[in-house]
Nanobody, 115 residues
Framework: QVQLVESGGGLVQPGGSLKLSCEASGSIHTLYVMGWYRQTPGKERDLVAT???????TYADSVKGRFTISVDNIKKMVDLQMNRLTVEDTAVYYCYLRQPGPEYWGEGIQVTVSS
């Protein structure tokens, strides 16, 4: 029913920037929440940032002031601009879609912050 396509991961130095994108296709409800979670080995998957179809964002305290999430409600695409990255941001990032009915997850994309 729904496919999530992620892009934009990679390797960056501390203090640098990356942008993640996720585009949803298929049968998307009028009301939805999209965003990003992240996970490192041995830890639970944690919220990074989400945004509603209407543009209302939610951020984890650890990324407030550094990350910015935005939504294109026509393309059903979310962008996550990540600035001033630190080694603590290294993780596999997963795109997320919540709507009436089942939740959907992307396959995950690696972000590595290292000098």
């Amino acid at each position: 029913q729904v496919q999530l396509v992620e892009s934009g991961g990679g390797l960056v130095q501390p203090g640098g920037s990356l942008k993640l994108s996720c585009e949803a296709s298929g049968s998307i409800h009028t009301l939805y929440v999209m965003g990003w979670y992240r996970q490192t080995p041995g830890k639970e998957r944690d919220l990074v940032a989400t945004i509603t179809n209407g543009g209302t964002p939610t951020y984890a305290d650890s990324v407030k002031g550094r990350f910015t999430i935005s939504v294109d409600n026509i393309k059903k695409m979310v962008d996550l601009q990540m600035n001033r990255l630190t080694v603590e941001d290294t993780a596999v990032y997963y795109c997320y879609l919540r709507q009436p009915g089942p939740e959907y997850w992307g396959e995950g994309i690696q972000v590595t912050v290292s000098s």
